[in-house]
Structure formats: C-alpha cells, structure tokens
C-alpha cells in the first residue's frame, strides 16, 4: 500500500510563492509517476503538473506554465509555485501512479494513490 502526504500549504497574497512537499510510503519515487492536481469549491478535480518516473517527461496545465514548476530530490516531491493569483486557491494533492510509461498524464483516472490534500489560499 503506498501513502502520499502532502504539506507546505498556506495562505499568501497574490504574487507570493509557496513551495509544496510530498513524500511517499511504500514504494520509493523511482517506482512511481507522480502528479499533482489541485479541486477549489465546486469545482473538478484539475491536473496541475506531473512528471514521469525517470524525470525526462514533465507536463503544466496551461493556466500555470511558467509559474509552476514540478521536481524530486530523493524521496521527496514538490511543487514550486511562483506568481500566485486568487484563481490558484484550492485544495492541493500528490498523486502517484505506478504505470510502467515513459510519459505522464493530468487526468486523475491515472492515478492510484493519494495524499489528504494541503489547502492553498491566495487573497488579492
């Protein structure tokens, strides 16, 4: 059974920046294709970035290219999010999946795994 836990939410203003964290228990991240994906209020779960398990592949929704970037170092995942505006609040999850693939997707139906979520507030 692997876990994910995310953490490093908060609230800032607009034009902040927050870097997110998520580890994993079970299987290392060199056996896992990790994503995060973020769900505000009445809305639809939404893939943020992901990343192959080699690294070689990354993938940013269009509304947060060049403000967001995704990395590992170790066994830890994060999010870098820089440029923050109001319309980046939600709910924010690591997600994993253990898909033999050289590519990565921001659909969640990929995934198997998930963390408990990390809010992330942006007031303007």
């Known amino acids: 059974q692997v876990q994910m836990l995310e953490s490093g939410g908060g609230s800032v203003q607009a034009g902040g920046s927050l870097r997110l964290s998520c580890t994993a228990s079970g299987l290392p991240f060199d056996d896992l294709n990790p994503a995060w994906f973020r769900q505000a209020p009445g809305k639809e779960r939404e893939g943020v970035s992901c990343r192959s398990r080699s690294g070689a592949t990354t993938d940013y929704a269009d509304s947060v290219k060049g403000r967001f970037a995704i990395s590992r170092v170790g066994d830890t995942l994060y999010l870098e999010m820089d440029s923050l505006r109001p319309d980046d609040t939600a709910m924010y999850y690591c997600?994993?999946?253990?898909?033999?693939?050289?590519?990565?997707?921001?659909?969640?139906?990929?995934?198997?795994?998930w963390g408990p979520g990390t809010q992330v507030t942006v007031s303007s």
């Open positions: 997600a994993a999946s253990t898909d033999r693939t050289s590519f990565c997707s921001l659909g969640p139906a990929h995934y198997d795994y």
